[in-house]
């Protein structure tokens, strides 16, 4: 592996990190996958939501709807994230930047 001697000599691992995989927190992690999926979609339904609020596409009775739903929507994502102890959605895609807002 070109580089391994000189990573070797400054101490530095030239393998792939471990993956760390505890049984005990497999449900937080799943629960927090899910829960960014829906954070994602629920931050998407609502640019589109402001879209079509800014074109005039949407009624006043449509706009408190979507605004009520994307609101409980938003607190029982904050609920499940208190019960299951995730304290940030966030997740970081490297080059890409962070996922969410």
Do not use: H, W, Y
């Not at 589109?48 to 009775?61: K, V």
Request: charged share 30%; proline share 6%; no cysteine.
């Amino acid at each position: 592996m070109k580089g391994a001697p000189i990573a070797k000599a400054l101490g530095v691992s030239t393998q792939p990190p471990r993956i760390d995989v505890d049984p005990g927190k497999t449900e937080q992690g799943l629960v927090k996958l899910v829960l960014v999926v829906v954070e994602l979609l629920r931050q998407v339904l609502e640019k589109q939501a402001i879209r079509r609020m800014d074109n005039g596409s949407l009624t006043p009775e449509e706009i408190e709807r979507v605004g009520t739903t994307l609101m409980l929507l938003e607190k029982k994502v904050k609920e499940l994230q208190k019960t299951f102890k995730i304290d940030d959605l966030n997740m970081n895609l490297g080059p890409l930047g962070n996922l969410l807002e």
